[in-house]
Structure formats: structure tokens, C-alpha cells
């Protein structure tokens, strides 16, 4: 299994990006994907998540400019990221938890400036 994520780049104070992460190969029993990310010097932290039933949440410094999505059939997760912040600058990384083990991608660099 593998996830594959894409869409960072640089964009300027007040755009967006959308993200996505791709999973390849058989997996089964998803629980949740999410969303991180990891700012220089920083620790990782989460930020956004979506369960099996369509349910979605999101840490505090992204609620109501970050939307997390996905796409059962293709096994793939966004996040569209609005209205982005200096803050926001990271390499964001998707998650999938199963009952057996978590995934992790490879990571996306997103860098706001302003």
C-alpha cells in the first residue's frame, strides 16, 4: 500500500490549494483519513479528518478555510485549502488508520507567502 500525495506549491497570502492523496494498493478496514502537516522546526500535527460515514473534523487553526473530502471510489482524500496564512506553510502529509496499521504519504510542501 502506498499514498501518494500532491498538489502543494507555493501561493501567496489569501489563495488556495487543493491537496490529494492517493492509495494504492488493497487495503481494506479504513477507519479514517487525515490530514497533517509539519512546519519547520515544529512537531506534526493533525488536521484534518474524515471517518467511513462521511463525518469530517478539523483542528482549530483550519476551521471554516480548510475542507476535507474524498473519493471512495478512487481511494483518495483532498483538502481544500482556502484563504491561506504564513502559518500555513508546511509539508502536509495524508493518513490512512486501519485496525491493522496506519499509512502514512511521502508529504507535500505548501509555502504561503506573504
Known amino acids: 500500500v502506498q499514498l501518494q500525495a500532491s498538489g502543494g506549491g507555493l501561493v501567496q497570502l489569501g489563495g488556495s490549494l487543493r491537496l490529494s492523496c492517493a492509495v494504492s494498493g488493497s487495503i481494506t478496514g479504513i477507519k479514517a483519513m487525515r490530514w497533517y502537516r509539519q512546519a519547520p522546526g515544529k512537531e506534526r500535527e493533525w488536521v484534518a479528518g474524515i471517518i467511513p460515514n462521511g463525518s469530517v473534523s478539523y483542528a482549530d487553526s483550519v476551521k471554516g478555510r480548510f475542507s476535507i473530502s474524498r473519493d471512495r471510489a478512487k481511494k483518495t482524500v483532498f483538502l481544500q485549502m482556502n484563504s491561506l496564512e504564513p502559518g500555513d506553510t508546511a509539508v502536509y502529509f495524508c493518513?490512512?488508520?486501519?485496525?491493522?496499521?496506519?499509512?502514512w504519504g511521502q508529504g507535500t510542501l505548501v509555502t504561503v507567502s506573504s
Open positions: 493518513n490512512v488508520d486501519t485496525p491493522y496499521r496506519t499509512y
